[in-house]
């Protein structure tokens, strides 16, 4: 007789007295974790089903219901923790590598939280942002070193390179058609139209009714080269090459079988229910010279009117990676830092592999800058940038720009199960399964979106109003505005703050 060793890892409690058997969470519960027992005339749960999406939780009508962990405990051991013990056993049972979604997890330092800001106190006073002017617009592109004035001294835009103009200083990063559903990717695009910024592709191709939205489209080709053609290229404001991804560092991409459907098939122009799992390497590059040839091809490609971003994730010696793309002709570096989230990843490599993105960031800002090649590229920040004070942190330490993801899927209604590689998303977002999709309403969704970078924006806006800042410019690499928390002196050092006191 086989033992499943495994036990759930929720618990599914349920009030009978609040409950009145209306069996919506059964029919809203893709896992099919509640049932309704005729025998016994009451609603039953299989627990191990349950990835506390909270579904259930927030439509039953009566406030029955509640997820909480299971309480039950294997005997404590801090070299092995239950969690790592029933891996095992799932691994034991399946011969799998173990798959994740989300970023990771792992109790390592959040920089982010250890560093704090500054705020102007007598001297340099403080701006009132509802009453003055702050500027949160910026320019993602290489940037001319003159200052060119015309012959009434007016300052002549920058037009020499071509330039990403960003109203808001926040974009949303790559999510793919697949990883994500159309409805999902309707409301990122809708809502960078309205915002005056960009939603990203991801590396599924784009499908064709989002067309309309390419003067908001940055368009990405990954290793996979899945749905790039000219065609495509031509749509996108921008275009990323996706070297690396926080989540998973040194690994393609992988987009399970279950969430290629029909549309999806001909996006990405793969066969159907097939996995697509994208080489970790592009085959044509094996240098920062291959590269260059792929940044001029795509710009070749499309008539040197777009700029060219390169997306690596944040790993040991991205210093000196960083310099060499700069120096390669990318407009736009992309660093995504290990906490980024994703639809689907080996567990292993989520949780082991790759840097926080606070410490890679100011590494690479430093090196651009002792290299003198500052102006060169752009860099975007991304990958668990998950509140406006984290934006300020980051462009503090030298971000031109932030991409969100998680922040974004929160938005829309993700409820962090990570359980997105499941293709089973009760909300409508990491899934393809129309009935499921249908539950994620684009015209909402997209004014959620629309809220939550607003929101931002003003709070930024106040931060730099309370730091007597009015643009992020002059915020951007200005580290002085930074101190740190509870840091040691090389951690100090790599981030170039001062601890707090100081
Ligand atoms: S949704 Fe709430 S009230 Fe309805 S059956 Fe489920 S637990 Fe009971
Ligand atoms: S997108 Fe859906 S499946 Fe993925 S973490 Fe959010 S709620 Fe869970």
Redesign the pocket.
Known sequence: MSVNYIPAVFEVL?DTD?????????RQCANEV?YFDEDFDK?QVIEAQCVDCQR?VT????S??KIRKNQNEFREGANYPQKLIIENYLQAQTGAVLLSSMGNPVDLPVYWDKILINASQVTNPSIDPLREPMETKVYLGKKSLDIKRGDDGEIIPDTEYPQLELDVPIMFSAMSYGSISYNAHESLARAATQLGTFYNTGEGGLHKDFYKYGPNTIVQVASGRFGVSKQYLDQGAAIEIKMGQGAKPGIGGHLPGKKVNADVSQTRMIPMGTDAISPAPHHDIYSIEDLRQLIFSLKEATEYKKPVMVKIAAVHNVAAIASGIARSGADILVLDGFRGGTGAAPTRIRDNVGIPIELALAAVDQRLRDEHIRNEVSVVVAGSVRSSADCVKAFALGADACYIGTAALLAIGCHLCRSCHGAKCNWGIATQRADLVRRLNPDFAYKRLVNLVHAWDHEIKEMMGGMGINSIESLKGNRLMLRGVGLNDRELEILGIKHAGE
Do not use: D, F
């Not at 609040?18 to 059964?26: F, G, N, T």
């Open positions: 349920r609040r409950c009145i058997k209306c069996r919506a969470c059964e509640h609603m259930c439509i039953c009508p009566t029955a219901l």
